[in-house]
């Protein structure tokens, strides 16, 4: 019989995903059948699954773990921002509609059903179901239908184990104070705590283990230490970009940190190459004159992300880098904005209207409803290099720059490509990940012996052995309860 166990955290940002990325990879290293799952996710990181859908980044990184295509039943409901208080509402990997915060928040729970039904298909197929909350689990006023949190663990009858950073401070507090302030019945769900996220000598926390045992009545597993190799895996937290600047190699590309920035993991293979110097250029600050590219990434609301840029002045800096020799790279979002227009005649992305763009490329995009999700396989035309890559924009693009595309999907050319070679667009995310591209693109600037799809597996394996080294796994799954949707 299949068995479920909750991972939820006394914050968000407490290492929820990494957690049960890990514990995906263990399993599956044991030779159990074991999936992810994540009721409701919110982030405009998303991955494109094999049943032709979008779920959250993270949970695609589970699956990768758990050694498992992706599919839609991992993240029934995803949320992704468009403004600062509504979202698009993507279930079962597709576009709904759009809510502001406060319809979301009361019609939630007509969503459940949809949740369960996803959560038994994969039941079906596995003998673990690992699930992560979302957030906090000590938010009690959206409680009331919720479909995240405990609204779903009471729904499907899923034991809890909650996590806490200690690195942030006030580890003990926030445990304690999570299962103090929640419900009864929801507290009485909860198994177990996990400290995650320690430096230093884990035994000196053996009289806060025995502490927190103590006061809330349950096992803490950890000291779980700091995992440096983390940052070789993919992040779907906005957070993350804080921390995205950095390298001293000789290339430098500096990247615009729009509002809205979507499917930012696009830039980790570059970040990884130590020929490169990457700049995430912050709100108010100029575009370096130095930078080699100038990369202008995804975003969820392109009309919306490309007047922000003109806010910031950053127009003014690309087109001077452009006419001083610099290169110019837009992928999807930032493909369109450096088009002549985008025009949005339904309100997809907000009000109707029609926004100039960089002018760039002499292309124009008109925004449509359909989504398109998929999976391609492309040549890039001017290095003959294969990649692998995705589609996840709404729209369609033309103009008389796509007559020199940027790639080739079997005989359909994608993408645009300026007279002077030295502007370049395409919809391919997920593009700098192939390393023969990738090499190609930088030339002499890269890292010949730099694979990163395989480091990004070897991070996986180094964080399932960092996880069974320090927490006792085979107590943990006894925590797991049989499903009994």
Known sequence: MTKALMFMGTGSDVGKSLIVAGLCRALANRGLRVAPFKPQNMSN?????????????????????????????????????????????????????????????????????????AFSELAAQVDYILVEGAGSASEVNLREGDIANFGFAQAAHVPVVLIGDIHRGGVIAALVGTLEVIDPADANLVRASLINRFFGDPALFEAGKSFLAERMARPCFGPVPHFADAAKLPAEDALALDAYSGGSGRFHVAVPRLPRIANFDDLDPLRAEAGITLTLVQPGRPIPRDADLVLLPGSKATRADLAALRANGWDIDILAHHRSGGQVMGICGGYQMLGRTIADPEGIEGAP???????????DTVLAPAKQLRIEQAVH?????????????????????????????????????????????????????ADSFRRAFLGAHANADLAFEAGVEMALDGLANHLETHIDIDQLLALAAPIEI
């Open 353 to 363: 209207g029609t926004s100039e763009g960089l002018g760039l490329l002499a292309v």
């Open 45 to 117: 990181n998303a991955a494109v699954t094999s049943d032709g859908g979008e779920i959250g980044r993270a949970q695609a990184l589970q699956a990768r773990a758990a050694r498992r295509d992706p599919v839609t039943a991992m993240n029934p409901v995803l949320l992704k921002p468009e403004g600062e208080t509504g979202s698009q509402v993507v279930v079962r990997g597709r576009r709904r509609v759009s809510l502001s915060a406060r319809q979301y928040w009361a019609d939630r729970a007509q969503l459940m059903p949809e949740v369960l039904a």
């Open 381 to 433: 035309l001017l290095t003959n290099e294969p990649l692998t890559g995705y589609h996840m924009h709404m729209g369609v693009t033309s103009g008389p720059d796509t007559q020199r595309p940027f790639a080739q999907i079997g005989g359909t050319p994608e993408g645009a490509v300026s007279p002077d070679g030295r502007v370049m667009g395409t919809y391919l995310h997920g593009l700098f990940a």
